[in-house]
């Protein structure tokens, strides 16, 4: 069996464009997109300017940009500004998010109620 390997953006290291893959971890800088079916570390010197999917995301560095991820965890250095969508949302203290966030299930589609039907008489008044 072939033996899984990640991706690394080292600390010297610029990439610009699309970034596809299982696993990755970001030391470095990051403009574009990334989308992973694994993990995606972010480190404390990495810089990512990006739109992110994938099934983990752990952020220790800075992001700007959406996120959408089954997990997402910010560690106590993250500073993310953009959109996160997850499951499940681990912020640390320390941490600093800026954007909208939509964590959880999704809520179950609501539907109108079902209508009330008239009374068959109307009421008496009173004293009759």
Known sequence: ???????V????????????????AVHGRVRGEIALSGRLLIG???RVHASVAA????IAGQLEGDVRARAVTLRETARVKGRVEAQA????????????VASGE????ETAPAPVAPPSKPPEPPGA
């Open 1 to 7: 069996m072939a033996e899984e390997k990640t991706t």
């Open 55 to 58: 099934d983990a995301v752990e």
């Open 9 to 24: 953006v080292d600390a010297q290291a610029q990439l610009e464009g699309k970034l596809n893959g299982k696993d990755a």
């Open 44 to 46: 404390e010197e990495g």
């Open 106 to 109: 999704a809520p179950a589609r």
């Open 89 to 100: 949302l681990v912020v640390k203290e320390g941490a600093w998010l800026s954007g909208p």
